[in-house]
């Protein structure tokens, strides 16, 4: 009963809504549920990233038996990541903790926390544009590609390192580094594949920190009560739902939080830490990602011969089935 206070539902109401995001969106729950944790204030930021990681494993097993089952995984793939990235995010915490003194531990991992956020934002933009590089040069699928072992096991060692600090990076930038080693991948594939080496990849990285820092219960109970069936709903609805808006309302607050927290942790270029941030400047920033990057957009698709504003839509680059002329052909059938 002593767990039942305002830290316990403002916990479990941040998992609840963050698992609708993640069920809707399939981006990274980590790259939401970290720094919605740090601005409640329920502990500091090691704490923070060891209860998430550890909710992460849980209801990640769910998502990886349910690809394994359909078949999507490509366990060849998987199994060079999981060399690479299992024992870099054993290792993670552990170099933070040698290389940083304890009492500047916290503002350290806000600051990389801070810059993981920001890398998680430019991959969602990164893979809009490979996807319109797909859709302009034309798609040749290939789901069972020949392995490249040394740069497979880099991405994965990367990776891991990346999550093992900062618990941010396993649904986002690994992702969209197998994008671009292996543009032939179907989205199903894809997602399997990475969901499959995301669970141990999570747990180690969840054991390391609970073996450093401790695992506070009081934000791990609320965080998985809430979580998990924010996650199914939120997978149920998203076929009614348009999911480019809010992917691009979520690189919106990642862009948000990732400066905030850089400003919190007392970057130099922004402050010095909690007694001097600048809450004008955050949402300046916010509000410049939502108004400049559309126009950029528009004119990197002129770069490549297209309108500025149209058809390939987001939604449409978003889509794996989308293909260019197929519109057209599904409106005079519908006739």
Not at 22 to 43: E, Q, S, Y
Request: proline share 7%; with cysteine.
């Amino acid at each position: 009963m002593d767990w039942i206070t305002v830290t316990f539902f403002s916990i479990l109401a941040a998992g609840f809504f963050v698992g609708i995001v993640v069920g809707l969106t399939g981006m990274g729950g980590g790259a939401l549920m970290t720094p919605a944790l740090i601005f409640l204030g329920v502990g500091e930021a090691a704490t923070v990233v060891t209860a998430d990681l550890t909710a992460a494993a849980i209801y990640k097993s769910g998502g990886a038996i349910v690809h394994k089952r359909e078949g999507s995984p490509n366990m060849q793939l998987a199994k060079w990541l999981m060399i690479g990235s299992i024992p870099m995010a054993l290792l993670g915490p552990h170099l933070v903790s040698w290389v940083v003194s304890p009492e500047d531990i916290d503002d350290t991992l806000k600051l990389c926390i801070g810059f993981a956020l920001l890398l998680a934002a430019a991959t969602y933009a990164l893979r809009l544009y490979l996807n319109l590089l797909r859709v302009r040069g034309g798609d040749h699928p290939d789901d069972n590609p020949a392995i490249r072992p040394i740069p497979t096991l880099l991405v994965g060692a990367l990776g891991g390192l990346l999550v093992g600090i900062t618990s941010v990076g396993s649904g986002s930038v690994i992702m969209i580094a197998l994008l671009m080693l292996y543009p032939g991948l179907s989205a199903v594939r894809l997602v399997g594949t990475d969901l499959v080496q995301a669970v141990p990849l999570v747990l180690a990285a969840a054991i390391s920190n609970i073996a450093l820092h401790g695992l506070d219960w009081a934000i791990l109970v609320p965080l998985v009560l809430g979580s998990v069936p924010g996650t199914l709903i939120g997978s149920a609805i998203a076929p009614r739902v348009p999911q480019s808006f809010i992917r691009r309302g979520i690189v919106v607050v990642l862009t948000m939080s990732g400066v905030a927290l850089l400003d919190k942790a007392g970057w130099a270029p922004l402050g010095a830490g909690e007694d001097e941030t600048h809450p004008m400047l955050i949402a300046g920033v916010g509000l410049v990602v939502l108004l400049v990057l559309p126009v950029v957009w528009g004119f990197i698709r002129k770069s490549q011969g297209l309108p500025m504003f149209g058809q390939p839509t987001i939604a449409q680059l978003e889509d794996p089935s989308y293909r260019p002329g197929l519109v057209g052909m599904k409106k005079v059938d519908d006739s």
